[in-house]
């Protein structure tokens, strides 16, 4: 099962070095609200704060604020596993790179169009396959324009009025239908696109005619 989480709210505890480490720090830095790094890195992140060079140190910091994920790369297998089974108790997750049996998750390869993000996974079995993978979709997205700058523009849209149409429509299969209606209607997306006329007026009197 493929979960997209909302790691703004929650603290992240990372303990580690090396390629893979800093790689990690900086991806989750883009959305995480803080990070508490142990690491003998250098680290120049805006939310992540290094508290100790020390990679054991880390666990009483778990201890302390329950991280959603605690991150561990220390480029020594034992020390990995020995950290990962003593912050277990205390953090929602614990990831271990190429490590499936001390992981909570495995990460996806990542496509991204604007706000739209596609997610391809061996469930850890294979990441380098996971790459090849992903590079080939990509490959065909871009081929085909399977998705557009439309499309992009569309969920910018959608989500700027969903509260809207949330507080509008209360069934929720309605709501759907109208969703996917707002999302093909060839004149919203050409006002959209071109940043002309108004399209939450269109909007405004497909939600008056459901």
């Known amino acids: 099962m493929i979960i997209d989480l909302k790691i703004d709210r929650h603290p992240l ?19 995480a609200s803080v990070i508490y790094a142990f690491s003998d890195e250098r680290i120049d992140l805006p939310n992540a704060i290094v508290i100790s060079q020390r990679f054991e140190d880390g666990i009483a910091k778990a201890m302390e604020v ?35 049996s001390l992981s909570d998750l495995n990460l996806c390869a990542i496509i991204q169009r604007g706000p739209i993000y596609l997610g391809i996974s061996t469930r ?17 997205i871009k081929k085909y324009s399977i998705i557009t700058d439309y499309d992009a523009m569309a969920v910018d849209f959608i989500s700027r009025n969903r ?14 239908i109208l969703m996917y209606k707002i999302a093909v ?26």
């Open 13 to 31: 505890v990372f303990i580690g070095r090396g390629s893979e480490f800093k790689e990690k720090i900086r991806s989750f830095s883009r959305e």
């Open 66 to 100: 329950r991280p959603i994920i605690t991150f561990i790369s220390t480029e020594d297998e034992e020390l990995d596993r020995r950290i990962a089974e003593a912050v277990s108790p205390y953090s929602r997750m614990v990831y271990v790179p190429d490590r499936v």
């Open 124 to 140: 850890g079995k294979s990441p380098a396959m996971t790459v090849m993978i992903k590079k080939k979709i990509d490959a065909y």
């Open 163 to 176: 509260q809207m149409i949330i507080s509008s429509v209360s069934d929720r299969k309605r709501r759907r």
């Open 185 to 210: 209607n060839r004149e919203i997306r050409r006002m959209i696109a071109e940043r002309t006329g108004d399209p939450e007026s269109i909007v405004r009197r497909m939600i008056e005619d459901q």
